[in-house]
């Protein structure tokens, strides 16, 4: 969907993903960040480009570049499956460069899209999935504060053919609260918090992008 939300914060802005970020996103690429995606890693910008493009025609999807202070586009993620008269979304397709894991971007935005979620459209849950061999997604989603809601086996397709499992987590409004001052609570310590990573493609995060 074309979007025209920008959210920012904590060192962040989250800016409506368009084509022309597709240089910069497949900058940060390489296979092993790239695990868990649904799409083949991309190796050219065309494929970078065919790589968004779901993201800028999907309806209720709303895709983002994770932009630093010093205007750097640090990776992508989204809100998608978004269904305001059910109150619920997911937060996924997330992806960001090596230099940024560990650190407070992904917090960051996570704040950023949770206090938006919430706070401006009233979501009752949202929600976060990941492939289950992904154990650095998962370890940032349990790191969020996020409950674990069981896994889907047999959910998703990767791009080799093989199938994989999709972890399930949420934030209930109820939980906001809490889960808002963790995410606070690490920023101001400004500690290395969770890598990456996020959901699901279709499946996860997106998976994903």
């Not at 906001?176 to 969770?194: C, E, I, M, N, T």
Request: aromatic share 8%.
């Amino acid at each position: 969907m074309r979007h025209d939300i920008t959210l920012s914060g904590h060192g962040v802005r989250l800016v409506p993903l368009t084509a022309d970020h597709a240089p910069d996103l497949l900058a940060l690429v390489d296979p092993e960040l790239w695990f868990g995606m649904i799409h083949p890693v991309p190796r050219t910008t065309a494929d970078m480009t065919e790589v968004l493009r779901p993201g800028l025609e999907s309806p209720d999807r709303f895709a983002f570049a994770v932009v630093g202070g010093d205007d750097e586009v640090r990776g992508s993620t989204s809100f998608y499956d978004v269904a305001p008269t059910q109150q619920r979304c997911e937060i996924g397709f997330t992806f960001y460069g090596r230099r940024w894991w560990g650190g407070p971007t992904n917090p960051a935005c996570k704040l950023l899209l949770l206090t938006h979620a919430f706070e401006v459209w009233g979501m009752h849950r949202v929600a976060l999935r990941a492939d289950t061999r992904n154990a650095r997604s998962i370890a940032a989603m349990r790191r969020l504060g996020a409950v674990p809601e069981g896994v889907l086996r047999g959910h998703r397709v990767a791009p080799d053919g093989s199938r994989g499992d999709t972890a399930y987590f949420s934030v209930l409004a109820p939980e906001w609260p809490a889960v808002r001052a963790g995410l606070l609570a690490r920023l101001d310590r400004g500690q290395s918090v969770d890598p990456m990573v996020t959901a699901p493609s279709s499946a996860t995060d997106q998976p994903g992008l």
